[in-house]
């Protein structure tokens, strides 16, 4: 990790297109990195650049508390490509990440021109691959530990109704005593964290590759088949025929263990909690959020949420 100087949460710099020039700019300059004509992708949680001299994708993080997580993804982004495995790739030449006026910016190599998702079949395919693997000690992977991630989501909801809080912190509570009963069944190990068909795109020369790689943790499987499973079976955003599919490639359909409905019930408030921190910026969220609240409660509607 390298830490420079312009701007930033300490410095007075805006996370805005404006805000966050200078930052960009130094950021590429210290690793040697040409940012002229660079293009603005996204400005959410990162501020994701792709530059126009280099099939490089620039990733300036909002929040400065993830420069451990990206030091990780970056290490597991350099350990998946000595054994050859379909991911994220990250610029040899480059030290990373880079701590830019209070902001954490790692550098990628760009998949494609063009955002493409690969299939559900391949998602199976690279899950069941990635299962395999055995990772090094040096990693450092945490433990996955989904009740943690819960509260401190719900701790920071300051932009949603005492009620709907409330009703969340209740269920997540509920939902605690359920998960420390559960009974898994597949191997504990190496997860993505975040195995959803959003995560998997196309390479410009074909093959599917495993992005985001700063949620890998260790944990049981199951935690990376439950997102395919829910997308299929509550809100059918993949069909019954892709969802089979997806069992028989990857060998086992979490929807047959009794812990599915609480995996699912965990995951889904993960989801929820996550676009609630996005109500006060955004009016879309802020619907999207009012309808999930609204499902849980009743227990219908998942059939109506959309994808975000």
Known sequence: MISGSSGGADGGAEFTAEGLEPVLREACATAELDSRGAELLRLGSNAVYRLASLPVIVRIARDPAVLTEMERAVSVARWLETRDFPAMRVPASVAQPLVIGGFVVTFWESVQENEEYATVRELADLLRRLHWLEEPESLGLPYFEPLAKVAASLEGLDGISAEDRTFLEERAASLGKEY??????????????????????????????????????LAPREWDLVQTAMFYERYAWHTEAEYAEFVHRYGFDLMNWPGYETL??????????????????????????????????????RDEWGPF
């Open 180 to 217: 420390d009963r559960l009974d898994f069944v597949l191997p504990f190990g190496m997860i993505h964290g975040d195995a959803s068909i959003g995560n998997i795109l196309r390479h410009r020369d074909g093959h599917a590759v495993l992005i985001d790689l700063d949620g890998f943790a």
């Open 264 to 301: 699912a019930d965990l995951r889904e408030l993960m989801m929820v909690a996550w676009l609630g921190h996005q109500v006060t910026s955004s009016d879309r969220a802020a619907a999207e959020f009012a309808r999930r609240v609204r499902s849980l409660r009743t227990g219908e509607g």
